[in-house]
């Protein structure tokens, strides 16, 4: 019995051996344009890191989590950036995390990009940013640039669009749970997600009793090659924490969203679009539509990576978010037409991970 212990803290290696706790240097409440208060959290650079400049003035990377998830998810990324010198913003969305609850009327992506407005307002008025938006929050940075396009033209130096998709023609409902799932919703509608949720309190007692259940939703919806427990408990807090009438409240938004049009506003600024090729949800299908609208664009795919993929693969996509930053302010400095440049797409392995998993697998056959 004393196995199953040894096996457990030995995944620990694969993901992140410090743990997933982050202390801001300041935590703020933005309240947006319908009186919901924003939970929100700023990291300054680190002292001694590089300061990496942009248009004259430090540069402030904003980053707009997902669907389910909070601000907690990025908590590797924030690390690396503030140690290479950049000022971070993140925040939980409206109902998410720590944030206020929404009306039903306003859980609308549209309502998300007037948010995003709101925190750069609120935590960067000046200077470059860099906007880096996961699944629903890559939905978040298209509102935001179809309602502020001179905002994005004229101060954002770069985007990431990680895991997410512009919508139109292609069906959001599933969130990688099957096609069951996306047929009971579009049936009945989000209406009898929010019945369920009047039972919350019973629904939370049988999360529990089904461990077993939860880690096996959590596994496939979420990744796609070996993590550890702690990672996948780290993840599932998170998505269970979040009401199931919030679920089906954002629903209908996300299913029949359409941001195509809004991408115009990113022409001429450096972007990424990456994508695990084992996601469930957002497949590298869905950027398709990313990448026709995004001249100049590079396309960066994972292997053996799933929705959640900067917490899976955290140094793949850290190294790629910094640079792309470092082609936006070379492009800048060196007065490059980013829309003019040929479209880059890359499928790369995380090396380093499949090392550290060999390591743990050889562990765990030696402890049998």
Not at 64 to 84: E, K
Not at 137 to 166: N, Y
Not at 321 to 340: C, F, N, S, T, Y
Request: hydrophobic share 40%; with cysteine.
């Amino acid at each position: 019995m004393a196995r199953i212990p040894l096996l457990r803290r030995g995944f620990r290696e694969v993901d992140a051996p410090d743990g997933w706790a982050h202390t801001p240097d300041q935590v703020l409440t933005v309240t947006v344009d319908d009186g919901v208060d924003l939970h929100v959290e700023i990291d300054a650079p680190m002292p001694g890191g590089r300061p990496r400049r942009g248009k004259g003035s430090v540069t402030t990377v904003v980053l707009v989590h997902g669907f389910t998830l909070s601000s907690r998810c990025w908590v590797l990324q924030r690390r690396a950036l503030i140690n290479s010198g950049f000022r971070v913003v993140t925040y939980d969305q409206r109902s998410h995390g720590q944030s206020g609850a929404s009306t039903l009327e306003h859980c609308t992506v549209e309502q998300l990009g007037r948010d995003l407005h709101a925190v750069i307002r609120a935590t960067c008025p000046r200077g470059p940013l860099v906007l880096v938006g996961h699944s629903m929050g890559g939905m978040s940075m298209m509102a935001h640039a179809a309602q502020f396009p001179e905002e994005v033209r004229k101060r954002v130096l770069a985007a990431a669009f990680i895991a997410t998709s512009p919508g139109g023609e292609v069906p959001m409902t599933e969130l990688g749970l099957g096609p069951t799932f996306g047929r009971v919703v579009g049936a009945f509608g989000p209406g009898l997600l929010t019945r369920l949720g009047r039972h919350a309190g019973a629904i939370k007692q049988l999360r529990k009793m089904g461990s077993g259940v939860q880690e096996a939703m959590v596994r496939k919806w979420a990744f796609d090659s070996p993590v550890s427990e702690d990672l996948v408990d780290f993840v599932a807090e998170q998505f269970f924490a979040t009401p199931f009438e919030v679920i089906a409240a954002f629903l209908p938004s996300l299913e029949a969203h359409d941001q195509t049009r809004s991408l115009a506003a990113y022409t001429g600024i450096e972007c990424l679009v990456l994508n695990g090729m084992g996601d469930l949800v957002t497949p590298p299908a869905h950027s398709e539509e990313l990448l026709r609208r995004l001249p100049g664009a590079e396309h960066v795919i994972v292997e053996e990576a799933g929705h959640v993929i900067m917490l899976e693969h955290p140094q793949i996509v850290t190294q790629q978010l910094l640079m792309l930053i470092q082609r936006a302010q070379r492009a800048e400095a060196e007065g490059v037409a980013v829309d003019r440049k040929p479209r880059v797409t890359r499928t790369i392995s995380d090396l380093g991970k499949a090392r550290r998993v060999a390591r743990v697998r050889a562990t765990r056959e030696n402890a049998s």
